[in-house]
């Protein structure tokens, strides 16, 4: 397949923030602990969603978009841009 139009070699960032957290600490699956939250503003028609991850209560990706997945891809690109960074939240 043509790595350029086959999808499961598209980058998503949700999948990759999920399989990071799966294998960090194995055989540890931390990725349990990763809550998602999103809200609306505006009317139907017109909405901005903002998405949040969170992590032991630690917010490490937040993402607006048009539509929610939009906002959930963009908050999971900053949720992993934090755990390469800053590492595992350390439990509360």
């Known amino acids: 397949m043509n790595p350029t ?3 499961s070699s598209m980058a998503d960032p949700v999948r990759d923030l999920n399989n990071y ?11 349990p602990l990763l809550q998602w939250s999103c ?4 009317p139907n028609h017109q909405a901005t969603h ?6 032991r209560n630690v917010v490490i990706g937040r993402g607006e978009g048009v539509t929610i997945n ?3 891809s963009v908050a ?7 755990l390469h960074t ?3 939240p350390p439990p509360a």
């Open 76 to 82: 999971a690109t900053q949720g992993l841009q934090y």
């Open 70 to 72: 939009l906002a959930k």
């Open 39 to 42: 809200v609306q503003n505006g």
């Open 21 to 31: 957290l799966q294998e960090i600490q194995k055989p540890t699956n931390l990725a």
């Open 86 to 88: 800053n590492g595992i």
């Open 50 to 55: 903002i998405g949040t991850y969170t992590f």
């Open 5 to 7: 139009t086959d999808p």
